[in-house]
Antibody, heavy 117, light 111 residues
């Protein structure tokens, strides 16, 4: 069974940093591109970042470019999102998703990031 | 403001059909057959319903169908059921360095 489990969310002060993790199991992690998608409270889904299967290429939404870094450790079946200079606009549930045929085939349950002083 | 335009709401009675549109540009929806649709119930993670414009993943009822014409993709839900009441989002591949664009979501109400 494919499972994606996000962790690392929590309360952070404005301007602070946080690193999210997404542990994968039930499939060969190293052959799939992975993305992060977020959803602010009461709002729609928003693309955040993407990484190729080998980690060689990364992509970011304009809203997070220069502040967030996506990475992966294929030996540990784990996806990461390093987030910095966090602001109220970054407060959201963050989902990791496995990509197949250009679609988000599987999603994690999400981890909540709260930005507040 | 989302890159793809969806109507904020749609509705239909049980048994009826409803179609949700998703309008982009030639750089995303119109240029590629990589539009996908997601269903999201409150408090839950999204679920893939349609990929590559019109393909259904295993387990998704055939009441759900997708299509595309020009820069607009559509999701049709036929034979509406109470459990179809949810938010629906379209997503498209985009040929820029960002890679994906999302619609703002449509809240489907089953009357």
């Amino acid at each position: 069974e494919v499972q994606l489990v996000e962790s690392g969310g929590g309360l952070v002060q404005p301007g602070g940093s946080l690193r999210l993790s997404c542990g994968a199991s039930g499939f060969t992690f190293s052959i799939y591109p992975m993305h992060w998608v977020r959803q602010a409270p009461g709002k729609g889904l928003e693309y955040v970042s993407a990484i190729t299967s080998d980690g060689g290429s990364t992509y970011y939404a304009n809203s997070v470019k220069g502040r967030f870094t996506i990475s992966r450790d294929n030996s540990k079946n784990t996806l990461f999102l390093q987030m910095g200079s966090l602001g109220a606009e970054d407060m959201a549930v963050y989902y990791c998703a496995r990509v197949y045929h250009y679609a988000y085939e599987y999603w994690g349950q999400g981890t909540l990031v709260t930005v507040s002083s | 403001q989302s890159a793809l335009t969806q109507p904020p709401s749609a509705s239909g009675s049980p048994g009826q059909s409803v179609t949700i549109s998703c309008t982009g540009t030639s750089s995303d929806v119109g240029g590629y057959n990589y539009v996908s649709w997601y269903q999201q119930h409150p408090g839950k993670a999204p679920k893939l319903m349609i990929y590559e414009v019109s393909k259904r993943p295993s387990g998704v009822p055939d009441r759900f169908s997708g299509s595309k014409s020009g820069n607009t993709a559509s999701l049709t839900v036929s034979g509406l059921q109470a459990e179809d009441e949810a938010d629906y989002y379209c997503v498209s591949y985009a040929d820029n360095n960002i890679l994906r664009v999302f619609g703002g979501g449509t809240k489907l109400t089953v009357l």
